[in-house]
């Protein structure tokens, strides 16, 4: 029998939140526990997120609340501290802008690890409504419809479409996990991609599913996309042993 638990960070969320957090609840394969880690800020605290949880009727015993200082808060560290407390068998890395499309989404990725040494699985990425071309563009081409598992043979050919993931909706197999020491804890960016290199490296597979399925988009303005793209590009730089072995020219 599996046993699964929800990790989801939430800094200063909106309305979208609650309806993750009740199609969580409402799974096929319902997850033990769902583990919020609450980065405070001076408009959303701890008291803000009890009162949400409260008029959407989320008061369940399997949602814990972890508040944390935005200072104390980074990509991989936050995650690593929060898999650290994980018990279950494996753990579903979410964001608060992820919305289930249906009841079925962690019934398919648990599916997923019946295949041989597959250490991750992560979920295909539909556009909200609202999205604009450029991020439907996006979606469309880094979460296409057929599914497919990746294994070290892709690695080796110098690919970094290889190690792409998402923990924007990724589940992982803790024992696996732990094995290989878990995420980076000081980087910002890419710890899901990270993890991913030292998976296949080690001779496991990461495996996408098309039919586990979340919405998820941004309309970033200019400003907002070019200072995402620089801290990715920073990330990168300072994973050379990753990043530079590996070739984006025909990615796009």
Known sequence: MYSLEVVLPVCNP???????????????????KINIYLTVTENFGEFE?????????????????????KSE???????????EKVVSDYCLLMTQDATPVDKHLTE????????????????RQLPYKDATIKERYARNYNYPAASKIKDKTLLEQGNIK???CSDVCAMYDMKVFRELGGFERNVNFNEDMLYAYKALSNDYRI????????YHSHNLSLKDQFKRNKALARSQKEHPEVFGKLSSESEG
């Open 14 to 32: 909106d309305k979208r939140l609650y309806t993750v957090i009740d199609r969580l609840l409402k799974q096929t394969l319902e997850p033990e």
């Open 49 to 69: 997120l009890l009162k949400g949880l409260k008029e959407n009727n989320l008061k369940d015993q399997r949602i814990t609340v972890t508040a944390i200082e």
């Open 73 to 83: 808060f980074n990509h991989g560290g936050t995650r690593q501290k929060a898999a």
């Open 108 to 123: 398919v990725m648990l599916s997923e690890f019946k295949k041989d040494r597959v250490a991750v699985c992560y979920a």
């Open 162 to 164: 290889a190690i792409f």
């Open 207 to 214: 495996s996408y599913a098309a039919k586990a399925l979340v």
